[in-house]
């Protein structure tokens, strides 16, 4: 494994390239030769910059962590920090516009996931921590609500928000409207009781 792995021009196109065909084409589907090729790079480019294809795939899972985390942040940055529901709400609303804007294949992590089954893949725990990392978010927004089930509720909240990434990527439903209305009443069902 290559540390501190340094960003070169080079290092840049491989990475954008694999990111690219791993992706649109599926991790396993994706050789090295492929990628050094589109890159512009050999292969032993590739491997000086990286190590190994799947240090590769571990730099395209936090490469996809740093542009959600930034797109979502960006709508979350909208509402001002007293307003935990509205914030939650802006969640699906960066979902919506995400998928839309050249990621219809749903989600990068669900479909690594599906690709790499040994637990002992370096790239399994960047999918997991990104993860785990939105239920925070969604948990977070919820105690701010004072409600007392919020780390159940963030769990609820997650698996709908997985659950209409994946309805997308099929075409089974075009909108995260329903999501997003469906989180709203859930939530609004808990401040009522």
Wanted: net charge negative; charged share 25%; proline share 3%.
């Amino acid at each position: 494994m290559v540390e501190n792995i340094k960003m070169t021009p080079a290092a840049l196109r491989i990475l954008d390239t694999a990111s690219n065909l791993f992706y649109w084409k599926g991790i396993h589907s994706i050789g090295v030769e492929t990628i050094a090729t589109e890159a512009g790079v050999t292969k032993k480019t590739l491997y000086d910059r990286f190590g190994s294809k799947d240090q590769l795939i571990v730099e395209y899972l936090k490469s996809r962590d740093n542009q959600w985390k930034t797109h979502l942040y960006t709508y979350l940055d909208l509402v001002p920090n007293h307003q935990p529901l509205e914030k939650i709400l802006k969640i699906f609303d960066a979902l919506e516009n995400w998928l839309e804007t050249n990621n219809q294949r749903g989600c990068a992590f669900v479909n690594a996931l599906a690709e790499l089954p040994e637990e002992s893949h370096p790239g399994r725990e960047v999918i997991i921590e990104e993860k785990r990392w939105l239920m925070q978010v969604f948990t977070t927004f919820l105690k701010e609500l004072k409600l007392q089930d919020a780390e159940k509720l963030g769990e609820k909240l997650l698996i709908l928000h997985e659950g209409v990434t994946v309805t997308y990527s099929m075409n089974l439903s075009s909108k995260v409207a329903s999501a997003k209305e469906t989180a709203q009443l859930l939530i609004q069902t808990r401040l009522e009781a």
